[in-house]
């Protein structure tokens, strides 16, 4: 879906939206008019507006008009507490470039307004993007802790850990779950969640005070099959089952209820809804529509980061 046409924005918003496609989106001055049904000299004024007005610096500093009221109708809709909607990319460019900074600038505030906080923290290639966007700061007061195990059965680690990194970058201590995400079988699950510094990394992650999570499909081509956490029987059975998208692993159908047992029974990990706390889902992109609508029905989710193509989307 393109962007929504400049011509009815306010100027302000729509330079905002036009320093977003040339600075984060790589697009040209060409591009951009013919996307927002502009001149070629009003694009290149409005880019150069957007910098000089402190629109934009490498993240977005003025809330657009439109993603506004995209954010207070996911509160409304879906009872959110919180919601935030990054400008739409044009289509075929990867949504995740424009959600990144966004999820990025709102871990940075809830790490600045707190003393002592637990934060729980999914993996995989969104929010790794997310982690790259986080400028280098100094928290060693807050923890953080995975959700669930990083490497497959093969004993390969995931290119898309996010808790070092991220605590790289904060300075924060972390607990990684350094585990198989899925076991192969309960024993061995027990057996894996018994050893001590599994117990310390649970009961963290039990006792959080927020979680940042992505939100996985189940297909034959979804990232954990690609990747080798689970082999084709097991996404088989949970699509037999009828699930439709998973949070760190733990798979749902599509009234966002989490199956019981099967390849869930073998998961190394918690569940983001154990501690009861914020669950903040980053995710944008078709391929995660019918899981986030699911995650959404079943208040699976409290917080939701995504672009304005997919919030209209789930609205519709």
């Known amino acids: 879906m393109a962007a929504k046409s ?3 924005e306010p100027a302000v918003d729509l330079a905002a939206r036009a320093g977003w496609m040339y600075y984060l989106g790589g697009m040209t001055q060409d591009h951009i008019a013919r996307e927002l049904g502009i001149s070629r000299q009003r694009a290149q004024r ?9 629109l934009i610096a490498v993240r977005l500093n003025h809330p657009i008009a439109a993603c506004l009221e995209l954010e207070r109708a996911l509160k409304a809709q879906f009872g959110l507490t919180l919601a935030r909607v990054a400008p739409a990319l044009p289509e075929g460019m990867d949504p995740v470039k424009s959600i990144a900074p966004v999820a990025a600038k709102e871990i940075e505030r809830v790490l600045k307004n707190s003393e002592d906080l637990v934060i729980s923290l999914g993996t995989g290639r969104t929010l790794r993007q997310v982690v790259d966007e986080m400028p280098v700061l100094d928290f060693p007061n807050h923890r953080l802790v995975s959700l669930i195990g990083n490497a497959a059965r ?3 680690a995931t290119v898309y850990q996010v808790i070092m990194r991220l605590a790289d ?13 899925h076991a192969e079988s309960e024993a061995d699950r027990d057996f894996y969640l018994g050893l001590r510094h599994a ?12 979680a940042f999570v992505g939100i996985g499909d189940v297909s034959h081509t979804a990232p954990m099959i690609i990747d080798g956490f689970i082999d084709t029987a097991e996404i088989d059975e949970l699509l037999a089952r009828g699930a439709v998208g998973e949070i760190v ?11 019981e047992g099967g390849s869930n029974a073998l998961i190394n990990g918690v569940r983001a809804d154990t501690a009861g706390s ?13 899981a986030l609508a699911a995650a959404l029905k079943g208040q699976l989710i409290s917080g939701l980061i995504t672009d304005e193509t997919c919030a209209r989307h789930l609205l519709a």
């Not at 970058?169 to 585990?179: E, T």
């Not at 692993?249 to 199956?259: E, Q």
């Not at 903040?280 to 019918?290: D, L, N, T």
């Open 6 to 8: 400049g011509t009815d």
């Open 169 to 181: 970058r904060v300075g924060a201590r972390h607990f990684p779950l350094a585990l198989p995400l």
């Open 154 to 156: 093969d004993g390969s």
């Open 46 to 54: 409005l880019v150069a507006r957007a910098v000089a007005d402190g």
């Open 249 to 259: 692993g733990w798979a749902f159908d599509s009234d966002g209820k989490y199956l």
């Open 199 to 210: 117990q310390t990394a649970l009961k963290l992650a039990r006792e959080c005070d927020i």
């Open 278 to 290: 914020p669950i903040v889902c980053i995710a944008a992109g078709v391929r995660k529509y019918e």
